[in-house]
């Protein structure tokens, strides 16, 4: 039988290919959007992120939970000065969520309160994501809008505390494997997960309205 993490992996192969085909991320990666769609991207991720890192002091105490919440991925930080330097000092006082980013965020804070197994699949959408396709984005980000190389701009991308993150990937697969979760909890995670995908292509969909390329 698959382990869970091949699990996750193949179950979300389909919603996967989704997201990073999404006429957003596509725009994006081709360097067809403007710096001002990546700004307003990177405020989205700070709704996400906070919502995913508010919870986690609590759940650092959690059976399930706990074990994955790893200071070495905290994003928020990193986020915050990117949008100093996307948006200016005063970056909070325009920041806003697109209505899809507040449902997706509402989901991983209700899961974060109720259901720990939930947050992880959460968590293991993005923060896995953000250390495999996250440095394809950096590597676009740096040479269509100029940011320095992992310097402020694209520092969301950059784990300073992770020097291998090859290994930091198996490491958190075996975390996967090791949850201890029968097979209907099991289906239920995997679902969140697919959930958690949808939740993010939402977004990009949302992103896509505002920015088309013909504006
Ligand atoms: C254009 C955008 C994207 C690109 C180019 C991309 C690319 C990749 C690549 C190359 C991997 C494989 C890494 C490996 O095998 O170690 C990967 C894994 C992953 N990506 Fe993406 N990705 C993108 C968008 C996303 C999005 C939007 C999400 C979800 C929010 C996501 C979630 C994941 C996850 C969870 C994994 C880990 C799969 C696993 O090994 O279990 N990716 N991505």
New binding site residues.
């Given amino acids: 039988m698959d382990s869970f ?1 091949t699990l ?2 193949t179950a ?1 192969h389909e919603q ?1 290919m989704e ?3 999404s006429t957003f ?2 725009d ?2 081709g360097g067809r959007l403007g710096v001002e769609a990546y700004a307003r991207y990177t405020e989205q991720l700070w709704f996400m992120y906070e919502a995913l890192e508010t919870g986690a002091d609590r759940l650092a105490s959690d059976p399930v939970a706990g074990p994955f919440v790893r200071p070495e991925l905290f994003r928020l930080p990193a986020l915050e000065r990117d949008l100093e330097h996307l948006r200016g000092a005063d970056w909070r006082a325009g920041l806003t969520a697109l209505r899809a980013t507040r449902t997706y965020a509402d989901r991983v804070a209700e899961c974060a309160r109720v259901w720990p197994a939930g947050y992880v699949a959460h968590h ?3 923060y ?2 953000d ?4 440095q ?2 950096r590597d676009r980000a740096e040479r269509t809008w100029g940011f320095a190389k992992k310097g402020d701009g694209v520092r969301f991308y950059v784990f300073e505390d992770i020097g291998n993150p ?1 290994a930091f ?1 198996r490491g958190y ?1 075996e975390l996967l494997d090791a949850i201890d979760a029968d097979e209907l909890e099991q289906q239920r995670i995997v679902a969140e997960c697919k959930k ?2 949808a939740l ?2 939402a977004v ?1 969909r949302a992103l896509g309205e505002e920015f088309p390329l013909s504006a």
């Avoid at 250390?131 to 996250?134: A, D, R």
């Fill in positions: 993490s996750l992996r979300s996967h997201a990073e085909t991320m596509s994006l990666l293991y959408t993005r896995l994501g250390l495999s396709g996250g394809i984005i090859a990937k697969r958690a995908f993010n292509t990009f």
